[in-house]
């Protein structure tokens, strides 16, 4: 049974940091991509960045480029996400999600190309 948790998450001010983190157990997690989403009240999933199997390529959503940054220890099944120069406009539910079939990351961030998903960690930013 697939098994993925997220943690790391809680209240910053403006302009603070975090880091997420997200194991996964009972599949190889090293097979493959894995991302970062989140849904704020009111609006829909939206995903914020990916990363391949080995961790050899990134991608990030443009709201997010240059303070977020998402990696990965496959020794440790482990996948991280340091977000700095935290918004408010960030606030929301974080979600850990691994790659449907595939060792690699698509441009459509659809949560659906995605089949394991955490619970979600809550960030919550103060201006």
């Known amino acids: 049974q697939v098994q993925v948790m997220e943690s790391g998450g809680g209240l910053v001010q403006a302009g603070g940091s975090l880091r997420l983190s997200c194991t996964a157990s009972?599949?190889?997690?090293?097979?493959?991509?894995m991302g970062w989403f989140r849904q704020a009240p009111g609006k829909e999933r939206e995903g914020v960045a990916c990363?391949?199997?080995?961790?050899?390529?990134?991608y990030y959503t443009d709201s997010v480029k240059g303070r977020f940054t998402i990696s990965r220890d496959n020794a440790k099944n482990t996948l991280y996400l340091q977000i700095n120069n935290l918004k408010p406009e960030d606030t929301a539910m974080y979600y850990c999600?691994?790659?449907?079939?595939?060792?690699?990351?698509?441009?459509?961030?659809?949560?659906?190309?995605?089949?394991?998903w955490g619970q979600g960690t809550q960030v919550t930013v103060s201006s």
């Open positions: 990363i391949t199997w080995n961790g050899g390529s990134t």
């Open positions: 999600a691994i790659r449907r079939s595939s060792g690699y990351c698509l441009a459509s961030w659809s949560p659906g190309d995605y089949l394991y």
């Open positions: 009972g599949l190889s997690f090293d097979d493959y991509a």
